[in-house]
């Protein structure tokens, strides 16, 4: 190695420090749930027939803070106590429960790519785009950057693009790039179009007629925030491309053999039916499974691999992903330990309470900032539009802020936090599947995140004073 590309003392300490290992993290955040269970006091709302928060109908619990509650049990229905220390470890299994379907799915999607990496055909397709584009990034990255945000911000794609990401990390590779690029590419594109779900139904659906607006109805506004946020998304995604890796560029790849536009046909067929399926048919990821499946089986009979041969790629591709498969468990058993020690209700009860009898701008703004603390304890974008949304609505109106803009701040709240939480399981799916470490795209998204934080308290301003 040269002495201008090799890594200084110094560089490779401050990398060391900079590494989190993504396992301790979550085993941190874990102890973390099971201390607040301790400190916070336990509360409940009451609930609806459809399982809707009720304003109003809070009460505070009793629960024991002596040895006893050190043990492992279960509280009565209308009691509480603190977690016990035990839940550290009995949260994990009780996630991966929980999110078995998640799991499963992320499981099979990696036997699936197994078999196509095996076949060389994802490679070579890669290869001839770059060959095709001549490396032309200041193109193809804003195109892909679109196409992916759209199908994330109109449809509510996300748990899709997993299968995304690793074409992205071929073509970064092929295109002279770092595989960063093509992560950020992906996982930039995706979390802005959430962000500003434009007319996601995914969040919508649950968050708008709570506060009483007609579904998918406002989108003009998000649309322009959108258009917005993408475009500074873009201008960060690109000035990674000075980062280059001439060393993996390919210059003049050959044409695809017939077999490999078979396997690559084949792709395209199952990547359109996951999107119909999830966009028309209301799919989730008992049905992405099956077709994961379907796919691993049709490339190896498009490729002519040997049964035996099939098999065994699929379950290396398999193993592959068990750390995201426990990972996502572990940042469900965060959700689990605080839903079990009943402080959730408590938290979005006090923060509530902060939004009370402040001007109409602020009152957005702390909506937002609510929904910011809530993210990172609630990763799943529904649960928290079912928690937040009755409670934060009325408080809302009383201030004189809109529904529309109550479910902005909403929308802001939750994209945001989501685009770096260390306990949004999909996040650390995605880092996984991508082979990134936690604290790289931290460093890359902080100042993206912070930025967008910015437009996004003044976008909340402008909602609130024109009475979006």
């Given at each position: 190695?040269?002495?201008?590309?090799?890594?200084?003392?110094?560089?490779?300490?401050?990398?060391?420090?900079?590494?989190?290992?993504?396992?301790?993290?979550?085993?941190?955040?874990?102890?973390?749930?099971?201390?607040?269970?301790?400190?916070?006091?336990?509360?409940?709302?009451?609930?609806?027939?459809?399982?809707?928060?009720?304003?109003?109908?809070?009460?505070?619990?009793?629960?024991?803070?002596?040895?006893?509650?050190?043990?492992?049990?279960?509280?009565?229905?209308?009691?509480?106590?603190?977690?016990?220390?035990?839940?550290?470890?009995?949260?994990?299994?009780?996630?991966?429960?929980?999110?078995?379907?998640?799991?499963?799915?992320?499981?099979?999607?990696?036997?699936?790519?197994?078999?196509?990496?095996?076949?060389?055909?994802?490679?070579?397709?890669?290869?001839?785009?770059?060959?095709?584009?001549?490396?032309?990034?200041?193109?193809?990255?804003?195109?892909?950057?679109?196409?992916?945000?759209?199908?994330?911000?109109?449809?509510?794609l996300i748990s899709e693009y997993l299968l995304?990401?690793?074409?992205?990390?071929?073509?970064?590779?092929?295109?002279?790039?770092?595989?960063?690029?093509?992560?950020?590419?992906?996982?930039?594109?995706?979390?802005?179009?959430?962000?500003?779900?434009?007319?996601?139904?995914?969040?919508?659906?649950?968050?708008?007629?709570?506060?009483?607006?007609?579904?998918?109805?406002?989108?003009?506004?998000?649309?322009?925030?959108?258009?917005?946020?993408?475009?500074?998304?873009?201008?960060?995604?690109?000035?990674?491309?000075?980062?280059?890796?001439?060393?993996?560029?390919?210059?003049?790849?050959?044409?695809?053999?017939?077999?490999?536009?078979?396997i690559m046909l084949v792709l395209a067929a199952?990547?359109?039916?996951?999107?119909?399926?999830?966009?028309?048919?209301?799919?989730?990821?008992?049905?992405?499974?099956?077709?994961?499946?379907?796919?691993?089986?049709?490339?190896?009979?498009?490729?002519?691999?040997?049964?035996?041969?099939?098999?065994?790629?699929?379950?290396?591709?398999?193993?592959?992903?068990?750390?995201?498969?426990?990972?996502?468990?572990?940042?469900?058993?965060?959700?689990?330990?605080?839903?079990?020690?009943?402080?959730?209700?408590?938290?979005?009860?006090?923060?509530?309470?902060?939004?009370?009898?402040?001007?109409?701008?602020?009152?957005?703004?702390?909506?937002?900032?609510?929904?910011?603390?809530?993210?990172?304890?609630?990763?799943?974008?529904?649960?928290?539009?079912?928690?937040?949304?009755?409670?934060?609505?009325?408080?809302?109106?009383?201030?004189?802020?809109?529904?529309?803009?109550?479910v902005l701040a909403f929308l802001l709240g939750?994209?945001?936090?989501?685009?770096?939480?260390?306990?949004?399981?999909?996040?650390?799916?995605?880092?996984?599947?991508?082979?990134?470490?936690?604290?790289?795209?931290?460093?890359?998204?902080?100042?993206?995140?912070?930025?967008?934080?910015?437009?996004?308290?003044?976008?909340?301003?402008?909602?609130?004073?024109?009475?979006?």
């Open positions: 190695m040269s002495h201008a590309t090799a890594p200084s003392v110094s560089h490779v300490k401050a990398a060391r420090r900079w590494s989190l290992d993504p396992v301790l993290m979550m085993f941190a955040a874990l102890t973390v749930a099971v201390a607040l269970t301790w400190i916070i006091p336990s509360g409940t709302y009451q609930r609806d027939a459809k399982g809707l928060v009720v304003p109003g109908t809070f009460q505070q619990l009793d629960k024991p803070h002596d040895l006893t509650a050190l043990l492992p049990a279960k509280a009565a229905p209308d009691a509480a106590r603190p977690a016990s220390p035990a839940a550290i470890v009995t949260a994990i299994p009780a996630g991966m429960v929980r999110a078995a379907g998640l799991i499963g799915m992320l499981l099979f999607l990696g036997g699936m790519f197994g078999v196509l990496r095996a076949t060389g055909a994802l490679e070579a397709a890669i290869a001839r785009l770059a060959t095709v584009t001549r490396g032309r990034v200041g193109l193809v990255a804003p195109a892909l950057m679109i196409a992916i945000s759209a199908g994330s911000t109109f449809l509510g995304v990401i690793p074409m992205m990390l071929s073509l970064s590779r092929a295109m002279g790039l770092t595989p960063f690029f093509g992560f950020a590419l992906v996982t930039v594109a995706a979390k802005i179009g959430y962000l500003c779900s434009v007319a996601n139904p995914v969040a919508l659906v649950v968050a708008q007629p709570i506060v009483g607006v007609p579904i998918l109805s406002g989108l003009g506004f998000r649309f322009a925030l959108w258009v917005i946020f993408l475009g500074i998304g873009m201008v960060f995604v690109l000035r990674l491309a000075r980062q280059r890796d001439e060393t993996s560029a390919v210059h003049d790849a050959p044409k695809l053999t017939s077999r490999q536009r078979a199952g990547t359109t039916i996951l999107v119909s399926g999830s966009a028309f048919l209301h799919w989730h990821y008992a049905e992405f499974t099956a077709v994961y499946i379907a796919l691993a089986a049709s490339i190896a009979l498009a490729a002519g691999l040997a049964p035996g041969k099939a098999v065994h790629h699929f379950i290396d591709g398999m193993k592959s992903m068990v750390l995201a498969g426990l990972l996502v468990g572990m940042a469900v058993g965060v959700e689990i330990v605080l839903r079990e020690g009943r402080v959730l209700d408590t938290l979005i009860h006090a923060l509530a309470r902060q939004a009370e009898g402040l001007a109409p701008v602020l009152v957005g703004h702390v909506l937002m900032g609510i929904e910011m603390v809530l993210t990172l304890l609630i990763p799943s974008t529904s649960a928290k539009a079912a928690l937040s949304m009755p409670i934060l609505g009325p408080i809302a109106q009383m201030s004189g802020v809109t529904g529309q803009s109550t939750n994209g945001l936090v989501n685009t770096i939480s260390p306990t949004s399981g999909m996040l650390l799916a995605f880092l996984a599947t991508g082979g990134i470490s936690y604290s790289q795209w931290f460093r890359f998204a902080l100042p993206l995140v912070g930025l967008l934080t910015v437009l996004a308290l003044i976008a909340m301003a402008v909602a609130v004073l024109t009475h979006y």
